[in-house]
């Protein structure tokens, strides 16, 4: 009796009951944070996609499967003294610097050329994008100053004021190019 009676409340009473709590007070997060072009949705605003055609941002290289693959989630476990890792971060930096038009020695903002933890992570930095503004324009025919604006309006700032730091959702900042 005591196992029928635990079942109801803890197997059907207690996820009904979240589910519909979960449904009524955040909708959006309970249904995965899609994101939608034309009524269609075209992904989660909480993970990364990959972006390689010069008209759209790109977000961090991603270390999960073959790229963004969300079964295989996770780092490449690879150290900062690791020579495959060194190769690898040196191969995006080059790249990065010659997709955008920046100098053989220019900095560039280490989300760019290193996965996240998770590898899906859908953030870049505001100075990642920025970087990204130039090529961006030039692709789409628009202004500098325009791209620019967009990723201004589409940098979020640190939780509740001071945790984290400000970031740029790719997808959303590539989904409000398409509808410009």
């Not at 991603?62 to 996770?74: C, F, I, L, Q, V």
């Not at 590898?119 to 030039?138: E, H």
């Not at 004021?161 to 740029?168: K, S």
């Amino acid at each position: 009796m005591l196992l029928l009676v635990m079942t109801l409340i803890t197997g059907i009473a207690y996820p009904l009951v979240v589910t519909g709590l979960s449904q009524a007070f955040f909708p959006q997060q309970a249904n995965g944070s899609l994101l939608y072009l034309h009524r269609k949705p075209v992904g989660s605003a909480l993970t990364g996609q990959g972006f390689s055609d010069p008209r759209y941002f790109h977000g961090r290289p991603s270390a999960a499967g073959k790229g963004y693959d969300a079964t295989s989630s996770g780092g490449s476990n690879l150290g900062p003294t690791n020579k495959s890792f060194l190769a690898a971060v040196a191969e995006r930096a080059a790249l990065v610097r010659q997709g955008n038009g920046l100098a053989p020695d220019a900095p560039v903002p280490s989300d760019l050329i290193t996965a996240s933890a998770s590898g899906l992570d859908p953030d870049i930095t505001p100075q990642a994008a920025q970087i990204q503004a130039a090529r961006v324009a030039k692709a789409r025919n628009l202004s500098v100053a325009k791209v620019q604006a967009l990723v201004d309006q589409y940098t979020e700032g640190r939780e509740f004021g001071f945790l984290g730091e400000p970031r740029v959702n790719v997808l959303k900042l590539n989904l409000a190019l398409d509808s410009l």
